[in-house]
């Protein structure tokens, strides 16, 4: 079985389904793309990973980091292996040095664990070749312009934060708020402020 690469292009609101978003997987060596439909909670996790947030109570998927990690299991790789009646199935490649094993999850978890062990993402050919979307030069200049991966789009609450106001604010007060955001667990807002702090470094 042939596996081929994925890499994260975006993560942004479902048009189709009201408090799910969509995950857009792209071939690494080609133009197909995967779009997978996940839910708010998942979206949130890996944007997290993705904007190298830390927050300030361990997410499930950090939970499953830390488990495995006690018990001395690294994970080797994430693959999307099947698709049945329009729903996608994954398999978390494991091992703990003597055995290697699978275990079978939902796609949006099995990716959100995989960022946070820094392990490829692979699928096969005949999920690619069902649900792949396949691209044209024009549609993928128009593509990295729309698709952005930002835990901005993942957002559960409206901080009302706006690049105005924090651009106005000290250093010091937006490491106060940045912690406050944390506390809160708003990571949103914490975005916002880090992006707002980088620019400045």
């Given at each position: 079985?042939?596996?081929?690469?994925?890499?994260?292009?975006?993560l942004?609101?479902?048009q189709s389904?009201?408090?799910?978003?969509?995950?857009?997987?792209?071939?690494?060596e080609?133009?197909?793309?995967?779009p997978?439909?996940?839910?708010m909670?998942?979206?949130?996790?890996i944007?997290?990973q993705?904007?190298?947030?830390?927050?300030?109570?361990?997410?499930?998927?950090?939970?499953?980091k830390?488990?495995?990690e006690?018990?001395?299991?690294?994970?080797?790789?994430?693959?999307?292996?099947?698709l049945?009646?329009g729903?996608f199935?994954?398999?978390?490649m494991?091992?703990?040095?003597?055995?290697?094993?699978?275990?079978?999850?939902?796609?949006?978890?099995?990716?959100?664990i995989?960022?946070r062990f820094?392990?490829?993402?692979y699928?096969?050919?005949s999920?690619l070749?069902e649900?792949?979307?396949?691209?044209s030069?024009?549609?993928e200049e128009?593509e990295?312009?729309?698709?952005?991966?930002?835990?901005?789009s993942?957002?559960?609450?409206?901080?009302?934060?706006?690049?105005?106001s924090?651009?106005q604010?000290s250093v010091?007060?937006?490491?106060k708020?940045?912690n406050?955001?944390?506390?809160?667990e708003?990571?949103?807002?914490?975005?916002?402020?880090?992006d707002?702090l980088?620019k400045?470094?």
């Amino acid at each position: 079985m042939e596996k081929i690469q994925l890499e994260i292009l975006g993560l942004s609101s479902s048009q189709s389904q009201t408090g799910s978003f969509a995950l857009v997987l792209g071939e690494r060596e080609g133009n197909r793309r995967l779009p997978i439909i996940i839910g708010m909670f998942e979206a949130q996790s890996i944007a997290i990973q993705i904007e190298k947030i830390n927050p300030n109570r361990p997410l499930t998927h950090d939970l499953f980091k830390t488990f495995a990690e006690q018990l001395n299991v690294s994970i080797s790789e994430i693959v999307i292996s099947d698709l049945k009646e329009g729903v996608f199935y994954s398999k978390i490649m494991c091992t703990d040095g003597v055995k290697d094993f699978e275990l079978d999850a939902r796609p949006s978890d099995a990716i959100a664990i995989g960022l946070r062990f820094g392990v490829p993402i692979y699928t096969v050919e005949s999920v690619l070749s069902e649900a792949g979307i396949i691209l044209s030069d024009l549609e993928e200049e128009e593509e990295s312009e729309d698709l952005t991966v930002k835990s901005s789009s993942t957002s559960t609450s409206g901080s009302g934060t706006t690049k105005e106001s924090l651009s106005q604010t000290s250093v010091d007060e937006l490491n106060k708020m940045l912690n406050d955001a944390l506390e809160k667990e708003d990571y949103e807002k914490a975005a916002k402020i880090r992006d707002e702090l980088n620019k400045r470094n």
